[in-house]
Every structure is written in structure tokens, then in C-alpha cells.
């Protein structure tokens, strides 16, 4: 019971003051010692999942309230290049940025407004110093990192059985298109669906490629959205011709894939029409086993889909206000820990913005 007070009350701490310091943020020295003790305790009970629980189950209590949510999924690489003596961190980056610090995978909810729910899975963890890349194709999934995606897609069909009642669409980027979690897809419930932009034109069972078939199909709609400005991009509003078919893919024909039958899925191509000149034109191509039966599901596909940058925004919270990449801790057992403070304390951030852009006229005394 001590220990859930002292952690309670370090979330408030958090919260108060989530762009101050760790240390400071515990009001004077006998705070921050006492909180990293907490961080540092040997106890089984204070690991990150154990820390992160109640939160992600308050997520999916507020996930079953909605007929629709959008999980979305990405991962996030925690550097923590400065500290050399740190026990437990691993590589990250690539050859040209190489680097040293934590990688974090998560499903993040939202509403249709765009006003997010929380966080209902994550994992840390650290990648090996070394890596056999041989014959990573003919590998099965488990023993590569990539197996995260259909672990976080496996992960949100065990949250999808309690609630049958809210349809849950699981969005990922290009790095989620894996034909392992297509197939894992066959045997999910009803109420689970994949939203994913395609990275590879696969081979269809047809023999075509798939953008060259779905840029033979009819233009079956259009859609005018408002694209939000980042970085030096200014906002603008995108025109986008629609186009989508029912196709049926091959998988590779390599380890144990070579008893999978053919998977039948849907296909949909966002392309921006007339963009201004120096953006980069909107030019996607979108997998789903939800039914695209009319231009208007292929809009709310596309829609949907675009919720999916809500998990960038939580990611620039975690690190620019929260701060989390400055944190100094003797292990990478440490680290994770007060990663689950901010990770709470980073959705409620996010949720301000949000509600105050969706929802103006709420009275502050909501939160």
C-alpha cells in the first residue's frame, strides 16, 4: 500500500510539472531521493508493465464506450547517448546515426475527434548488441524485432473479445506491412480490423503487381481534407482521388510460409491531385479487411487512417515535454520505470490540446 501511494503521488508531481527536470519535479531534495529509491527497489510488483497497468486498463474501459476506436502503432527509439555507464541499454539508430539508449512499441487509442484515449499496450526493451541478419526472410517472424507489429496486433484482439460492441482498428505505417499480420488477422474477432499503408508492391494471385492493378481501377472518388502543418510544411487542403479493389495476395514462398493459402483483403489508393508546388504529394496505398463497399468507406478508411499521426504528436510530447531522452539513472530497469510515469502524464498532455481544439466549450473542471 506504501509503495502505490509513493507512486501515486509521484504521478501527481509528474503531472504539476511534466517539463521540469526528474529530480526537481518531487519537491526538494527528499523527494527526488525518495523517488529514485522507488525507481531503483528490487520489488517483482515495480516493473513497467506492473507500473503501466491501471492506466492501460482505464484505456479500454474508456475504448468500450465508443463504436469506434483507432489503435494506432508505432515504435520510438529513447536515446540516451550520454550515459555511458548505464546498465542494460542497447543500440539504436542506424550505421550513419548510430546511437545507444531504449526502443518503445505501443498501441495508442483515439476517437474519431482525434482526441485520444490513452495507452492500451506497450513494451521496452533493448535491442542485442549484435544482430544475425542471414537469412532474415526464410526466418520465422518470432526471432526478429518486426514481430512487435502482430504482437501489439495479437495484443488488441485480446482487447477486442470484451468488447464487441466497438469496432477496433489497428493503424500502422509502412514498417507494419508484414504478411504475418495479415494471416494473424484470419483468426481475430469480428470486431478487429488492420488499417495499413502498403511499403511493398506484392505480387497479387494474379500475377499483376498491386499498385499497377489498383492504378488500373476507376476513380471511385474524391476527397478534400486539410493537411496540418509540420515542421516548415504549412498547412493546406489536399484533393485526393480514390480508387480501391478487392485483391488476393501470394505469400512468399519461402520457410514456413509455404502452407498459407491466398489472403483476401482490400486495397485502397489515396492519391493527391494537383498538389501546390514544392509539397510532397499525398500518395497512398492502404490494406484492410475491413469491406470497401462504397466511396463512403473509402473515405472514412483514408479518415481513419490519418488519426494514425495522433501517436507521432504523443511521441513529441513524451521527449520535448516530458523530457524523457534527459533522464540520468544508474539501469535501464530504472528508466523504464519513470518512462511509465511520463508515458501517463504525456497522453493527458495531449488530451488538453485536443479536447480544448474538439471540444472548446468544455469547463476546465472536466480534468
Known sequence: VKLHRRFAQMLQDRWAHPDWSFYTSFGGAAGGKAAYAFLENGRAELQFPSLLAPHLNNTR??????????????????????LHQTQGLGPIGDERNP??????????????????????????WAREPVSDTAHRNAQSIDPKESVRWVEAFATAAGIAAPMPQTAIVVAGDRESDIMDLYDRATVTPPNLHFLVRAQHDRVLDS??????????????????????????????????????????????RVGGKNSWGILPLWALSAKEINPPQGAEPIDWVLLSDWKIDSPKTARRLVRWYGLRWGIECWHQVLKDVCGVETRQMKTAQALSRALALDMIVAWRVLLLCRLGKAHPHLPASVL
Open 207 to 252: 500475377g499483376e503487381k498491386l499498385r499497377d492493378y489498383l492504378s488500373g481501377q476507376p476513380c471511385g472518388a474524391t476527397l478534400v481534407g486539410e493537411i496540418p502543418r509540420r515542421q516548415d510544411r504549412p498547412a493546406r487542403t489536399a484533393t485526393l482521388e480514390l480508387r480501391w479493389a478487392k485483391i488476393h495476395l501470394k505469400p512468399p
Open 61 to 82: 474501459r474508456r475504448m468500450a464506450a465508443e463504436q469506434v476506436v483507432v489503435l494506432a502503432q508505432d515504435t520510438t527509439a529513447l536515446s540516451s547517448n550520454t
Open 99 to 124: 546511437g545507444r539508449g531504449l526502443l518503445l512499441h505501443s498501441l495508442q487509442a483515439f476517437r474519431l475527434d482525434r482526441v485520444p484515449l490513452g495507452c492500451a499496450w506497450a513494451k521496452v
